[in-house]
């Protein structure tokens, strides 16, 4: 819709032919406060994102890998964003959505004008193994025990990334698809994180309600698609409690959004099937080296010759001055 064709009313509508027109799901999927006085709207975006804590806004992240995924990044200068569908357990899957629904009808059982949309949210919202995500893990604990146990004697590597942008270094975080998103773990934050997507999209409905005399008939379920999808979003940030020592962050990429990848969507062959994945180094800046300001070698009976090989490889790939570090972690801790 062209804003200079259809100039925009103060409550957030357009103007066609004499008849007001607004789109307040869309206001809801990317910045509630659309219509509203510009202070009031800075206030609620900004309780809003102190409500959800999802987007990670900088400082330093940590990605562990095997030595052979650890050669596939730098080569690529990329991550690969899994398909989480075979990546998880089963209970991490069903964890979020089960939340989901128990709030949702919670709340459908004190609205009135807004019932009807979350119970067709409700219906229609995808099971767990029909909601995948393509996802690639990061952490913000550095040298982590828990970590390493996954990598066993034959080491791991963990890569740090962030610091000072230049020329050549490509952004850790492009939006609007590669951005970094917070995992919740305590069951409150949870809570509030689903309530107040729906309060956003409630409220949006109400100010087309009373901002447009003829309701659209695909309105209601405009509304019903973009709140399911947004809550489905969601339940792929949702972890048990068990699991807060990882301290875990997350590139989160719908599938329908693969194609703004470079090669779109590739597979790799795993102990349970054909994994699908995207190369985070196919969107953005391409041929640029990653913001690594570090590389550790975890704990392993041969630290010291791995550093040394970690170190030659990075500065034939052009990193400068790398900093390797070896793991304080005892070896017999593993």
């Known amino acids: 819709m062209d804003a200079d064709t ?29 219509g509203e006085d510009e202070q009031l709207s800075d206030s609620r975006n900004r309780l809003m994102v102190r409500r959800e804590k999802v987007l990670f806004f900088g400082g330093r992240i940590y990605h562990y890998t095997t030595i052979s995924g650890f050669k596939g990044i730098i080569d690529t200068n990329g991550f690969w964003a899994s398909d989480n569908r075979f990546m998880n357990d ?19 059982r004190r609205e009135l004008d ?9 219906s229609t919202l ?30 791991g590597i963990c890569i740090g990334l962030g610091g000072a942008r230049t020329d050549d270094v490509a952004p850790i975080s492009v939006g609007p698809d590669l951005l970094l998103h ?9 809570l509030t994180h689903i309530i107040s997507i729906i309060r956003r999209f409630k409220r949006q409905y109400q100010l087309d309600r009373r901002a447009m005399d003829d309701w659209p008939q695909d309105h209601d379920q405009n509304y019903t698609e973009r709140l399911g999808h947004a809550l489905a979003h969601a339940s792929v ?10 301290q875990e962050i997350r590139y989160v990429v719908s599938p329908a959004h693969a194609d703004r990848f470079d090669g779109g969507v590739e597979f790799r062959a795993s102990s349970v ?17 990653l913001p690594i300001f570090e590389v550790t070698v975890g704990p392993s009976p041969h630290q010291e010759v791995i550093a040394s090989s ?9 990193y400068k001055n790398p900093q390797v570090n070896i793991s304080r972690v005892p070896f017999r801790s593993i």
């Open 237 to 246: 940030l949702f972890k048990n409690e068990a699991f807060h020592s990882e």
């Open 6 to 34: 259809y100039p925009r009313q103060p409550d957030g509508s357009v103007l066609i032919g004499n008849k007001k027109y607004r789109t307040g799901f869309l206001y809801a999927d990317w910045h509630e406060g659309q």
């Open 310 to 318: 970690v170190k030659t490889f990075l500065l034939a790939r052009g």
């Open 126 to 155: 995808p099971k767990p193994h029909e909601n995948p995500r393509l996802v690639a893990c990061f952490s913000l604990a550095r040298d982590s025990l828990e970590q390493w146990r996954g990598y066993g004697p034959s080491g």
């Open 182 to 190: 917070k995992v919740i773990y305590g069951r409150r934050a949870k």
């Open 273 to 289: 099937g054909l994994i699908p994945y995207v190369n985070t180094a196919g969107y953005g800046p391409p041929s640029k080296r």
């Open 90 to 108: 089963a209970e991490e899957l069903y964890h979020g959505f089960e939340l989901i629904k128990e709030v949702v009808e919670q709340r459908m």
């Open 114 to 122: 807004f019932k009807h949309i979350l119970a067709a949210v409700l």
